[in-house]
Every structure is written in C-alpha cells, then in structure tokens.
C-alpha cells in the first residue's frame, strides 16, 4: 500500500459536481453513514457548487454530513493537484471525458502515493495509463485501477464469477448486455456520448498503443469462439445481437493477460456483445450507429454530433442526462455463457461444458456505476492482503478477483447468479 499514516482522508470524490460525481457522492454518504472512522471529502474547482452537491446530497439521504469536507482542486493547476492527493489515500475520479482530463487526476495520484480509481469506459486512456504510468506506480506502491463504474465492474468481475464457479477449465466466454425501461424510456448524458465520439475518431492511436504495450501476444488458444456476424438472432437469449463496442472486451483481455503472465492462469476466449428485442429497435439503431461511425471520422461530424446530440442519438442523449424516473425504471443484465473441459488442465479439441451466469443491476449509467466505484474503492482500502503484491495500473478483474467485492456489490444491488449449471454439452 501506498504511504498513508498522515492522510487526513481515506476517500476524496474528485469531479463531485459532474453529473456522475454528484451521484458518487450520494452513494458514498449511504454506504459510509454507519462507519464513523472513514473520512472522506469532495473535490472540484468551484467552492459554491461543492457545497451545493453536499446540501443536495443531504436532501436526498437525509444525512446531517458536517465532516465531509470540500477541497478545491482544477486538473490544469497541478499545485491544487498534489495538495488532493496528497491529503488522500484514495481519489475516486469522476471528471471526464478521461482522454481530456483524466491523465493529469492519474499523474497527480501517483506521484503524491494517492490510490486512483475512475469510470472511464475509453480503451485509449486506459491502455494509454497503463503504458506510462504502470511502472510510476508499482515503485510508488500506488494502485490505479481504471473502469471501475458499469464499464466495466459488470464484465471483468462477471468473467471472474464464472470462472470461480465453472467446475472445469474455463476457455470460452460470451456476455449478452440487455437492458430495460420504463414508459418514460432511458437516457444518456452528454458526457458519456462526448467520450464516445472522441473515441471512435481516434482508433489508430489505441493501435500503436497496443503494440507498445503488448509487444508479445498472447497464445492463440483453441477452442475459439464462435464465429458471430455483425448482426445476429441467438435463440439461446431470444433476441437479436449485434457486437458490444464499449470498453468491455478490452478490459477483459487485460486481465486474463495478468492472470496468464503472473499466475499462469489459461487465456480465455471472451466476445462481448448487445442484444436487441426486435427488428423494429435494431433497424434505426443500426442507422445510427452506421451514421454515428462515419461522422465521428471527421472533425466536421464530430462537431455535428456534439452540437446536436440529441437528433443523432434518436432522443436518447441530452446535457441535462435521464431524469429521476427514467433511472429508477431502467436496469441492466448480463448474461454470460461459459463453455469449456470438464477437467482442469486438460486441452480438447472441443468444449465439453457449458455454464450459464448473470449480473444484474440498476440503472447502468448513474445508479450501479456509482455503486460499483463506491464498493471497489471500500475495497481496496479495506483488503491490502487480497490485492496484488505491488502497485500498479490494473484492470478490475486483475485487481479483485482475490477480495470480496463480488459479495460487497451482491449486498449493495448488483447481483451475481447461477443460471445454469454446468453441464454436458
């Protein structure tokens, strides 16, 4: 663990006043109302609107929160930087878009011994901490954990539930994402869109930071997975599918290449993917995503879609983000089918197990993001002896799978189930 005996807080949320951070701060002031010894603060650049976050959170809890202190800290001034960090043992980092904002929060925390967790879903910056600052931080003894929120608590952790259940050895897995809403439907903030714009127009530069960091690849392991189209019906969840573009898959890929490098666990085959109800929601999705894709190649349709989010998006996406009752009405499922050999250390040329489990949870966005950020970073400050041995930049399933976070979400409203147990194929 990073030095900490003098740290006056053990969490400070910094970016408290975002759209996400406002709801990190309820969260936190639930889950930490009956534990008197955590001392945490909230951190932003505007002292008025700090305070304003904390009198909202106090109407919204009905907690008295007195002791939470506010620190005003900008990431373009690294002095109120190192004076954050210093002063923490841990900074939950909900400023985004990250690949703007999100290195200096990095760079600060490590170089002042402050553990650093985000909900960043974007491949680039979290691959990109990874090559720069892995180093840093193990010498530091400083953990940096990146998508930490529903990108990608759900999948890296759900992948790590299965394996832990899976009575054989594990060698394929595929996640199917649903959701469901309300009659007032779902909604996203601007913010989450913002990231994702930027992220599609700058694939080159995640290439080269791959090659940069993982010289050497992994072991083509058999079985593979199977072959999938752009779009496609799987009976086996009754609907239709297309591939999940978030951070999902690459999160997972990190994690299984820690676990094979450091202990020697087989790579696993994982496919991510989005399931869609029916032809009358998948034709205009897949319009926008086409349009989505093509605009976002150039400056010009990015400046399109970040001025008109709403039209581009089909209604989903505003600066104001879902309203109360959208997000008390919508939630999250993960489905993952496992398959692989009955007995562990044995290659086959054929899967001969199957398992089915799930995750399942609130609203992902707003409401099960902040539980999953709230949950890792208690978790991390609560069991030093289930982490890895050193500091350093990991993925979510590298960093816990080893602790009880699967059980501390599974109490807080993220669930982790048995479907299917494992059988014959």
């Given at each position: ?5 003098e ?11 975002g759209?996400?951070g ?11 109302e009956?534990d ?9 650049r ?13 109407k ?33 980092n ?17 170089e ?9 879903g ?5 691959e990109?901490?990874?090559l720069k ?18 990108d990608?608590?759900?999948a ?7 394996r832990?259940?899976?009575?054989g050895?594990l060698?394929?897995?595929e996640s199917y ?19 994702a714009?930027?992220?599609?127009a700058?694939q ?11 010289p ?17 019906f ?9 591939p999940?573009?978030?951070a ?23 496919g991510a993917?989005?399931?869609v109800?029916?032809?009358?929601y ?9 349009l ?6 150039y400056?010009?349709?990015?400046d ?13 996406v505003?600066?104001?983000?879902p ?10 499922s993960m ?10 250390g ?33 978790t ?7 982490l890895p ?13 080893k ?13 982790f189930?048995?479907?299917s ?5």
């Amino acid at each position: 663990m990073a030095e900490s005996l003098e740290r006056k807080f053990d969490v400070v949320v910094f970016g408290a006043t975002g759209f996400t951070g406002q709801f990190v701060v309820e969260e936190l002031a639930r889950v930490t109302e009956k534990d008197e010894s955590l001392k945490w603060a909230v951190a932003g650049r505007n002292k008025s609107k700090l305070d304003g976050i904390l009198e909202q959170t106090r109407k919204e809890t009905g907690l008295q929160l007195e002791n939470v202190e506010v620190i005003i800290a900008d990431v373009m001034d690294e002095e109120s930087m190192a004076k954050l960090c210093q002063q923490a043992k841990l900074v939950m980092n909900c400023v985004g878009p990250y690949r703007f904002w999100g290195e200096q929060v990095v760079k600060a925390c490590v170089e002042n011994g402050a553990h650093h967790l985000d909900i960043s879903g974007e491949p680039q910056f979290l691959e990109n901490m990874h090559l720069k600052y892995h180093d840093m931080a193990k010498e530091k003894n400083v953990y940096v954990v990146g998508s930490c929120g529903f990108d990608s608590i759900p999948a890296d952790m759900g992948v790590q539930f299965l394996r832990e259940k899976f009575p054989g050895e594990l060698t394929t897995v595929e996640s199917y994402l649903s959701f469901e809403s309300g009659p007032k439907g779902a909604g996203i903030h601007y913010a989450t869109w913002q990231s994702a714009i930027h992220g599609f127009a700058d694939q080159a530069s995640l290439k080269k930071i791959r090659k940069e960091l993982n010289p050497k690849p992994l072991p083509r392991m058999e079985p593979r997975l199977p072959k999938r189209g752009a779009v496609f019906f799987n009976p086996e969840v009754g609907k239709y599918c297309l591939p999940f573009l978030g951070a999902d898959a690459s999160v997972v890929r990190r994690t299984q290449r820690y676990q094979y490098e450091t202990e020697e666990k087989r790579p696993l085959n994982f496919g991510a993917y989005f399931t869609v109800s029916g032809l009358l929601y998948l034709i205009p999705m897949m319009l926008v995503g086409v349009l989505f894709g093509i605009l976002a190649k150039y400056k010009f349709g990015r400046d399109l879609l970040e001025k008109y989010p709403k039209l581009f998006s089909l209604g989903y996406v505003t600066h104001e983000g879902p309203t109360k009752e959208q997000m008390a009405t919508t939630s999250f499922s993960m489905t993952f089918f496992g398959e692989g050999f009955s007995n562990k250390g044995e290659e086959l040329k054929k899967n001969d197990m199957k398992m089915v489990t799930k995750v399942v949870g609130p609203e992902p966005g707003y409401v099960a993001t902040p539980i999953a950020i709230v949950q890792a970073g208690l978790t991390l400050l609560s069991e030093a002896e289930a982490l890895p041995e050193s500091g350093g930049v990991y993925p979510p399933g590298a960093m816990f799978a080893k602790t009880k976070l699967i059980e501390n979400l599974d109490k807080n409203g993220m669930k982790f189930t048995v479907v299917s147990e494992a059988k014959e194929i």
